[in-house]
């Protein structure tokens, strides 16, 4: 079935360094793909999505990539803040499996000053 | 303002005492879905409905009931909870199935 395997967390980097999370998954079709944040004690919001092939998402500084060939979709950043810290979900959605959601076990990250 | 409610926020309980956590969302959207969160688990989706009077089952719906009246409303229904239901619950609405999701706050479910 359909499903996201997202790195393992949890991730812990300095203020201004580089980030990549990596995302692949397996899906019937083809899939949207998105990234989510949750921030402490909230509901999950949407950072970014891609419907298609090739297609990069990209917001806050935030970008993804759709890759097809290596049914990837890795989170980048070039420069974390502080105010990144949070837990980070890979997620897809496919119209050939009833357009249900599928979720990663989500990534923690921590920026220290 | 666009918002999913969840309510309660918290709710501590007993096996066997059925709860229902409402759920409610104000822009017209079609699809709405309830998920868990639970540590090295992720969110699992529990059911989802495309519309009024249809609904259907996620990865983890044993043990809970849904039901869709209306469009904005999602309730979820423990009737026997039982200690391995304690979770955080999600519930979230979309205008399709494959679009951008809004959630709630969460339900932080303690199951004694």
């Known amino acids: 079935g359909d499903s996201v395997t997202q790195m393992e967390g949890p991730v812990t980097l300095s203020e201004e360094a580089f980030l990549t999370i990596n995302c692949t998954y397996t899906?019937?079709?083809?899939?949207?793909l998105f990234w989510y944040v949750q921030y402490p004690g909230e509901g999950l919001q949407l950072l970014l999505k891609a419907t298609k092939a090739d297609d990069k998402g990209s917001n806050k500084g935030f970008e993804a990539t759709y890759r097809k060939e290596t049914t990837s979709f890795h989170l980048e950043k070039g420069s974390v803040q502080v105010s990144d810290s949070a837990v980070y979900f890979c997620a897809l959605s496919a119209q050939a499996t009833g357009n249900q959601f599928y979720f990663g076990t989500g990534t923690s990250l921590t920026v220290i000053p | 303002e666009a918002q999913v409610t969840q309510n309660p926020r918290y709710l501590i309980t007993v096996t066997g005492k059925k709860l229902t956590v409402t759920c409610s969302q104000n822009m017209n959207h079609e699809y709405m879905s309830w998920y868990r969160q639970d540590p090295g688990l992720g969110l699992r989706q529990i059911y989802y409905s495309m519309n009024v009077e249809v609904t259907d089952k996620g990865d983890v719906p044993e043990g809970y009931k849904v039901s869709r009246k209306e469009k904005r409303n999602f309730p979820l229904i423990l009737e026997s909870p039982s200690p391995n239901q304690t979770s955080l619950y999600f519930c979230?609405?979309?205008?399709?199935?494959?679009?951008?999701?809004?959630f709630g706050s969460g339900t932080q479910l303690s199951v004694l």
């Open positions: 899906a019937t079709g083809y899939p949207s």
């Open positions: 979230a609405s979309g205008v399709r199935g494959r679009e951008k999701l809004f």
